[in-house]
């Protein structure tokens, strides 16, 4: 008879769920206050991100990482169809592919984030770095798989995703072991040719963007962000008193500015206690990779926490002033579907991974499971 084995349960890791829930709870929170018919839709972004959990949590992913390459050369396809067969909006960017007979459009540069994560844990999995690090040569090789994708989302242009998309690659290989001797020379290669890259490599709302950073006198949104925040105090404004948002003064107050608005609501202490929540779940994140063994746990793990950590970092930066506006979401907090969804998706295949870790070898003892 098939049953719940409860060893493998035990091995469940409650404490990344404990800490996502309130992230969750506050967001509609705000969303619902702010604008809210958004906030149904991100209840129902919520609903069909639980249904993925449970769909990918009880998915036997050891048994079908032969399936990992595909996944990953899928979504490659996905974003060289974006150069011939995408669509555009806002300035223009062409970043979307129209899904026929059912009206909606897809971001495939959403979906190669988790593609290259499996990706880059299913080619360390099968290679392990050495006692001194990944050598020239296997370096080259997974750095291949990091700028392909990179390479095609630039060209979009959609530079932040982009950018999001080298440093998770690239801070997990650090963490995995690289020899430092190619670190070296890759950090002398970026200072040389910054000038080059600015110069003749970006566009000229990318320029805009860093002019108005390092410029004396922010732009209109960050201006309308830092007064937000400002108004907020050590405790925050009633609903009524926040003005900033409630009179439309604050831009994207339920995405990309959420975070002002959250102060600009329930002040120091409640945007202390949301950054306290991302630095609890990134140190545990990093503590599962860094005192686990199996390379799959390990990549994913130090994966979700890298990209967490830049998202928030670049996120709150850019509401006080200290990074360009660019279109990065607070993650598992700002409204929207595709991050949202992302993250839930790549908490899920590591729920796997830890939860039915020695699953295999309570099988050989005869207990069998669901899964």
Do not use: C
């Not at 069909?48 to 990918?56: E, L, N, Q, R, W």
């Not at 630039?154 to 995995?176: M, N, Q, R, S």
């Not at 080059?196 to 390092?214: A, C, N």
């Amino acid at each position: 008879m098939w049953r719940i084995d409860k060893r493998i349960l035990a091995q469940f890791d409650f404490i990344s769920i404990i800490l996502i829930i309130p992230l969750v709870i506050t967001s509609n929170w705000l969303i619902d206050e702010a604008v809210p018919a958004l906030a149904q839709k991100q209840l129902a972004y919520v609903g069909v991100a639980a249904i993925a959990f449970m769909i990918v949590f009880l998915l036997p992913i050891r048994r079908m990482s032969w399936f990992i390459p595909l996944i990953y050369w899928l979504n490659i396809l996905l974003l060289v169809a974006v150069e011939f067969f995408g669509t555009t909006r806002g300035m223009g960017a062409q970043r979307w592919l129209e899904l026929p007979f059912i009206n909606a459009t897809i971001q495939p540069s959403e979906f190669v984030k988790p593609a290259l994560i499996l990706m880059l844990a299913y080619m360390i999995k099968k290679n392990p770095p050495p006692k001194g690090g990944y050598e020239l040569k296997d370096f080259l090789k997974l750095s291949a798989y990091i700028l392909i994708p990179f390479a095609l989302i630039v060209k979009e242009p959609d530079l932040g995703t982009a950018l999001v998309l080298l440093i998770i690659g690239y801070g997990t290989l650090f963490f995995i072991g690289v020899n430092w001797k190619i670190w070296a020379v890759i950090f002398t290669g970026i200072l040389i040719t910054s000038p080059v890259v600015y110069k003749f490599g970006l566009h000229d709302y990318q320029k805009t963007r860093i002019k108005d950073f390092i410029s004396e006198k922010p732009s209109y949104h960050v201006q309308q962000s830092i007064i937000a925040i400002g108004s907020g105090g050590l405790s925050g404004n009633s609903k009524e008193e926040a003005t900033q948002t409630q009179m439309k003064f604050l831009p994207i107050a339920t995405s990309d500015f959420i975070f002002a608005y959250l102060v600009e609501r329930t002040g120091f202490l409640g945007g202390l206690s949301i950054i306290t929540i991302y630095i609890l779940l990134i140190l545990h994140l990093l503590s599962i990779s860094a005192f686990n063994s199996d390379y799959f746990i390990k990549v994913v793990s130090i994966s979700i926490s890298f990209m967490i950590f830049v998202y928030m970092g670049v996120n709150i930066s850019m509401t006080i002033g200290y990074a360009p506006v660019v279109g990065v979401p607070l993650p598992m907090f700002s409204y929207g579907g595709s991050s949202f969804l992302n993250f839930i998706i790549l908490f899920a295949i590591m729920q796997n991974l830890i939860t039915f870790q020695y699953k295999d070898q309570y099988d050989a003892r005869g207990t069998k499971s669901f899964v």
